[in-house]
């Protein structure tokens, strides 16, 4: 049996979040993303649509002005990561201070270096997001997002896509559970509340297409 050539092996990058099942230079979303790095849950994610809202879970290619901290790593540069849209256009960003804030709302702090003592790209900006501008990111300390390489265009978004959970006991799709830091065995920071209700409405209206999916099975 054939392999199709848009799948490949997945690959863990440390502490960037992470490769993925097809390619960062495919001419086509790829439809399953699989992520084993700590800052976004853990699992298979699937591709849902194009259109991106605050909230959303999007994958990019890593931005080039970050390719020489992942050759410092040994790491490849072709590589696709997965984070929550935390900000869009109108909304104020701030890095300045050593902390990620969006409308003024804390997000995270800015290590200014990894864990071997690499420094860390830096960007450091105050400003409103323009019209084709994302910020992207985790609430974990420890997730290598746009508090160090700055926002991405939306044309840098190879699309929206969703965490499939499964039932341990039965192998059906149930509903995510929320996922703990393994590196520090607690709960992940709270989003700002208008990136978190973006996330429950994504996750309501999955919701109602897996329940229609049922029905229909």
């Known amino acids: 049996m054939k392999t199709d050539r848009r799948f490949r092996r997945a690959v863990v990058i440390g502490g960037?979040?992470?490769?993925?099942?097809?390619g960062a230079s495919a001419p086509y979303p790829p439809m399953i993303l699989y992520n084993r790095t700590p800052s976004m849950p853990v699992g298979l994610y699937v591709y849902r649509r194009h259109v991106i809202r605050r909230g959303d879970v999007v994958a990019f290619p890593l931005p080039v002005c970050a390719y020489d901290y992942a050759r410092r790593r040994g790491e490849r540069t072709d590589l696709l990561l997965l984070k929550h849209v935390l900000a869009v256009?109108?909304?104020?960003?701030?890095?300045?201070?050593?902390?990620?804030?969006?409308n003024g709302t804390l997000i995270g702090q800015i290590p200014s270096a990894d864990s071997a003592g690499r420094p860390l790209p830096q960007w450091r900006q105050a400003r409103v997001l323009r019209d084709d501008e994302l910020l992207v990111g985790s609430p974990f300390d420890r997730s290598f997002d746009s508090r160090f390489f700055g926002p991405i265009r939306t044309s840098q978004v190879l699309g929206v896509y969703r965490r499939l959970a499964f039932d341990s006991s039965t192998h059906e799709p149930a509903e995510a559970r929320p996922l703990r830091d393994p590196s520090r065995g607690r709960a992940p920071p709270e989003l700002p509340q208008s990136i978190a209700e973006g996330i429950?409405?994504?996750?309501?209206?999955?919701?109602?297409?897996?329940?229609?999916?049922?029905?229909?099975?």
């Open 89 to 102: 256009s109108g909304d104020y960003v701030s890095t300045t201070s050593g902390e990620l804030r969006v």
């Open 16 to 22: 960037i979040t992470i490769l993925l099942i097809g």
């Open 200 to 217: 429950r409405s994504n996750q309501s209206e999955n919701e109602g297409r897996d329940q229609g999916f049922n029905r229909a099975r």
